[in-house]
Nanobody
């Protein structure tokens, strides 16, 4: 069983920054992809950014240029650096990881609120 634990959420003013972390219970290099999703209150959960085993990254259009996904293999952790935050970025952010055999896992989520 794989565990993913997110942290780093909180309240931030518009224009501010936060860095989210997702610590995995196994080596991040074991996963074919690790993804950050977010779910605003009352809305569906959508992907925000992902990083592949090979280190390729991709971003949802609305966060392109503001968010950066990265990983520290030694710490079995991925990060989401979020800059220039906007109120519309308010959501619960979830970490997702998929193994080559098809098994997939979710973290419990961390809440981000962007408000003045």
């Amino acid at each position: 069983q794989v565990q993913l634990v997110e942290s780093g959420g909180g309240l931030v003013q518009p224009g501010g920054s936060l860095r989210l972390s997702c610590a995995a219970s196994r080596n991040t290099a074991d996963f074919t992809v690790m993804t950050w999703y977010r779910q605003p209150l009352g809305k569906q959960r959508d992907w925000v950014a992902f990083i592949t085993r090979g280190g390729d990254t991709k971003y949802e259009e609305s966060v392109q240029g503001r968010f950066t996904i990265s990983r520290d293999v030694a710490k079995s952790t991925i990060y989401l650096q979020m800059d220039s935050l906007k109120p519309k970025d308010t959501a619960v952010y979830y970490c997702y990881a998929a193994l080559k055999g098809g098994s997939a896992y979710w973290g419990q989520g961390t809440r981000v609120t962007v408000s003045s």
